[in-house]
């Protein structure tokens, strides 16, 4: 049976060759051909030999993904929705912005931890992605945007990333290689839902990218009420293990915080957050709720304020963020776990 090539880090690849009795160097030069000159064709790769062209066409295929929809949202943002081979379905987002244009990547069809106010987890988990269908919603954008770049990508489509720890350590391993796509690390952050122990083998890696913590509360009753993964890692060991993390990072970690009214925006709730938060080096983004099909409502202005106030009393730092493609349902928590069934 073929092997993707677009599974495969590049030491991988290196050591499938060498497997071979062919030169390691044919791995760089197949890295070039695929992630620089964009070529994915093994035939047309014209400086390796005939023999090791055709080693790779009996032995390797190029996968794809079938773009089924493309929106545009009135703030620029844009949202593909991406059918898999089992007929699954992942979006994916771009979200330009004057001076980055990051994309917002999908790690598994569905999520299982059921956060109470997002639309990913609402029909479950099917299945991780393997490595080249992370890989390759990069490139599929990359190529349409091309003479544009990628500037940034974030694991904070549908999915928990580290509850798909190998493979999206395996995208980022192909996504910064210096011979292929050669993103650059600090570009490259990872969201999760706090997995406490992951967070800590993440940390161990020094990968030299951002941590986002998607904290939105500050107490374990509260952080219960919303997101039950917080019943297996309660907050004393989330921020353990995030503490961990930042000694070994060079950046601040970032906490998400999604402002959900008359839940978590009362003046208790900033103090708890800045106890939570003190001696360590973070970044904190408020995020007004996002509507969606479920029972949340974002505060009003007024609401907002107070919070803030609170923080800035408390000295903690944070940016109050504008959400991004609402009107196209691309916005944080609104991507669907399963396209089909929400049609
Ligand atoms: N599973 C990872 C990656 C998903 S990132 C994680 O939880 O971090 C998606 C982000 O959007 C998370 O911070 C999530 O909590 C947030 N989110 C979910 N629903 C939202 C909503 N309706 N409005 C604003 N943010 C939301």
Redesign the pocket.
């Known amino acids: 049976m073929k092997a993707d090539i677009k599974d495969y880090t590049l030491s991988e690849l290196e050591k499938c060759f060498i497997g071979h009795s062919l030169p390691k160097f044919l791995a760089r030069q197949v890295f070039d051909w695929v992630y620089k000159k964009r070529v994915e064709d093994f035939l047309k790769m014209s400086n390796i030999s005939n023999d090791n062209r055709l080693f790779l066409k009996d032995n390797f295929y190029f996968s794809w993904l079938e773009c089924i929809k493309r929106e545009v949202s009135r703030d620029k943002t844009e949202k593909f929705l991406f059918k898999l081979r089992d007929n699954t379905h992942i979006e994916t987002v771009l979200i330009p912005e004057p001076l980055r244009r990051t994309l917002c990547v999908s790690s598994q069809v569905g999520?299982k931890?059921s956060?109470k106010?997002?639309?990913?987890g609402q029909f479950g988990f099917k299945r991780n992605l393997g490595v080249s269908e992370i890989i390759n919603q990069y490139l599929f954008i990359a190529d349409a945007l091309f003479p544009e770049t990628i500037t940034n990508i974030v694991?904070?489509?549908v999915?928990?990333?580290l509850d798909n720890f190998t493979n999206v350590i395996k995208a980022i391993g192909i996504l910064t290689e210096p011979a292929g796509p050669q993103v650059s690390s600090r570009r490259i952050t990872i969201?999760?839902?706090g997995l406490a122990p992951e967070i800590i083998e993440l940390g161990k890696l020094s990968l030299g990218i951002k941590l986002?913590v998607?904290l939105?509360a500050s107490t374990d009753a509260k952080r219960s009420n919303l997101m039950p993964v917080n019943k297996t890692y309660p907050l004393s060991e989330l921020m353990k293990a995030v503490r961990y993390f930042a000694k070994h990072e060079r950046y601040p970690v970032t906490f998400?915080y999604?402002l959900i009214r008359g839940f978590n925006t009362s003046k208790e709730d900033a103090l708890q957050l800045s106890r939570l938060l003190s001696g360590l080096r973070y970044k904190i983004n408020l995020?007004p709720?996002?509507?969606?099909s479920?029972d949340?409502n974002s505060p009003d202005n007024e609401e907002i304020s107070l919070f803030t106030g609170e923080l800035q009393k408390r000295g903690v730092f944070f940016t109050l963020r504008k959400?991004r493609g609402q009107d196209i349902t691309a916005?944080?928590?609104?991507l669907r776990a399963s396209w089909s069934r929400t049609r």
């Open positions: 999520c931890f956060c106010f997002c639309a990913s694991f904070m489509g999915g928990e990333p969201s999760t839902c986002s998607s939105h998400e999604v995020i709720y996002n509507l969606s479920l949340f959400p916005a944080c928590g609104q």
